[in-house]
């Protein structure tokens, strides 16, 4: 290494201008820049579970008696406990650590630096971060006003060049779903196909029984969102065989961690619970989005996940932003040309429904 050359002169190439995958802010850093104390903070930034995981999970890592022991490399136990939730036989299912973790395999098994990835834009930004790291060349095809999909565009975008198609549905940031018949009409290309179903839970529909007739759908699953799980990092799924014996092959050993598959066991023995917070999210986001019509500067968008995307007038999100981060309530803020003029909103319990729009009914005065 020369004195001119420095270390970047080694790295690779296509991750010296990397800017990295956007991650929120934890409540405690913002400490002395807001208006109120840190635990007077409202997080509806990142889509978590308000209600948090299920009390046996919270039992069952209090008295975990394996913390000294490596996990089970080739995930048995995780991969026959997801196949008894999922309704799909374990041989389908890989996990990992949190469902980026899965999207970052799957672009590490199929992609080469060059490689076009296809995603229908705005979509969830860890596929953009994960086709750089690998040095895929992204092409990214608008959905319309309302955020659906032109399955005639994707068609349209393939080339000689194009190894894999990444869509979300719900779709992130926009909430909505794309219709069955289009995302077949994807898969029927032949290509693969990855669908990140991360908010299915609280959508009800899914492509998992459509991935033992194709040999190139994948569906993502995460336990982040409907379990409230998303500190432990439990993501799984669910594969054509041949594509999941692959990534077995080349994960990391160990990718999912002791105490995930102690949360995993004991969400899945408490499910009633888990899915009554389900429909209490549901219900409120129904609720707060009936209270962001009536804020004349905001149009919210129908959505099937537990967030609520909203436009902004005049483009002031970014300003909006701003003021209700000081105020302590915390919402996503896209500084991106696609969603300059838009803000996403966690649907948090019936309280943090109340105090955001007080403070926007505020602002709006």
Known sequence: MSEGTGIEGLIRSNLVNLNGYSARKSPETLKGE???PVEGIIKLDANENPYGCSP???????????????PDAGQAEFR?????????GAEHIVAGSGSGDLIDLILRLFVEPGDEVIICAPAFSMFRFSTEMYGGRLIEVPRDKDF???????????????????????????????????IQAIVDTGLPVVVDEA????????MVPMVSQYKNLMVLRTFSKWAGLAGLRVGYGIFPPKIADYLVRIKLPYNVNVAALVAVRESLKDLDYLMGN????????????????????????????NFILCSVAGGSASELYQRLRRKGILVRYFDTPLLR?????????PEHT???????REIEK
């Open 34 to 36: 807001l208006e109120v």
């Open 56 to 70: 046996k999970v919270n039992q069952a890592l209090a008295s975990c008696p394996d913390l000294n022991i490596y």
């Open 80 to 88: 026959e406990l997801l196949a008894g939730y999922t309704g799909i």
């Open 148 to 182: 659906a999909i032109d399955v005639s565009m994707v068609r349209a975008a393939i080339s000689k060049r194009t190894k894999i198609i990444l869509m979300d549905n719900p779709n992130n940031p926009a909430g909505n779903i794309t219709p069955q018949k289009d």
């Open 199 to 206: 908010y299915v839970e609280f959508a009800g529909r899914t």
């Open 278 to 305: 389900v429909k209490a999210i549901i219900a409120e986001r129904d609720r707060l989005f009936g209270e962001l019509e009536k804020i004349r500067f905001l149009t919210p968008f129908p959505s099937q996940a």
């Open 341 to 349: 003029d838009y803000i996403r909103i966690s649907v948090g319990k």
């Open 354 to 360: 109340d105090a955001l729009i007080a403070a926007l």
